[in-house]
């Protein structure tokens, strides 16, 4: 990649009605709950040991039977983190035939230029089975693009493998103020095992979750094709065999509906893109959804 700007480039490729929308649909996501003072006023809630004795509602709390205290709101620049999957199956090719790599890149860069627009400080986490890379979140253009090389860099077959649940915890323990986390991985993750990192995660943060599909490997005019993890290339005979392409596509729909259902149960909005085409229509219908389901 030359020295161009990343952010330029996507800025191009969007037209200015579809900027706006999608950054309209970010707001409200500014909004973190703290208790105190000198804010506006949000709800209720039951006094737990360690809030500030001075922010409890006496007249409720004589109504209710025990201590109640008054919760308020603050608009702030929103804290988004950007949690990258950097294991070497995003390095693999993508359903459209594009390396996996390039639609993830696309992807951070959309998110990146929306946070730009809208003046949001935007850190990064990204990892693997043996590598961790964080950056604290900050704003400004210089800064993004340098998160956008960081992961462009890491971002290779030579890579490590992946290990989501490794990324997921490290976020959760990093971010403590609640913020919106942006995680970027393949069609194969979340998987199962990444369900309690997830719980977590959910818990204390908003998630979304963008993931690449991969490419059938049986799909017709593909071409050769090696598993990341191994060097054979899957023989020409193989390809072409009808049944064994039924059968590697009810495994991949078996596996995205599992982990689709996961998604929901933790209700994470996410969206599966199989090429860069994809990817700014899919982002702002999921955004559309996550505010709806927020009304």
Do not use: C
């Amino acid at each position: 990649m030359d020295a161009s700007s990343r952010l330029a480039k996507v800025r191009a490729r969007l037209d200015l009605p579809t900027v706006r929308r999608a950054s309209g649909l970010l707001d409200g996501r500014h909004r973190s709950i703290f208790s105190g003072h000198g804010q506006d006023f949000d709800d209720q809630v039951e006094y737990r040991p360690g809030d500030d004795i001075g922010d409890i509602d006496w007249k409720s709390s004589a109504r209710a039977g025990h201590p109640i205290i008054r919760r308020f709101v603050r608009e702030s620049n929103l804290s988004m983190v950007l949690a990258v999957d950097t294991g070497r199956n995003m390095a693999a090719t993508s359903l459209s035939g594009e390396p996996k790599s390039q639609v993830a890149l696309f992807a951070a860069d959309v998110v990146a230029y929306l946070a730009r627009a809208r003046g949001d400080l935007v850190a990064l986490v990204a990892g693997d089975a043996e590598r961790m890379v964080q950056v604290p979140g900050r704003g400004g253009t210089a800064h993004l693009e340098m998160l956008l090389r960081t992961v462009e860099r890491s971002l290779t077959l030579d890579a490590p493998p992946s290990d989501l649940g490794r990324v997921l915890d490290r976020v959760t323990t990093w971010f403590t103020r609640r913020s919106l986390v942006v995680v970027l991985t393949d069609e194969a993750r979340p998987a199962p095992a990444d369900e309690d990192a997830l719980r977590r995660l959910r818990i204390r943060h908003e998630v979304m979750v963008v993931a690449v599909a991969d490419a059938l490997p049986t799909l017709r005019g593909i071409g050769p094709t090696a598993d990341v993890d191994g060097a054979a290339p899957l023989p020409a005979f193989l390809r072409d065999d009808a049944a064994l392409h039924a059968e590697a596509l009810a495994a991949v729909e078996a596996r995205r509906a599992q982990a689709d259902a996961m998604l929901r149960r933790r209700g994470i909005e996410h969206i599966r893109v199989g090429s860069e085409d994809d990817v700014v229509d899919s982002l702002v219908d999921m955004l559309g959804r996550q505010r709806r389901a927020r009304r």
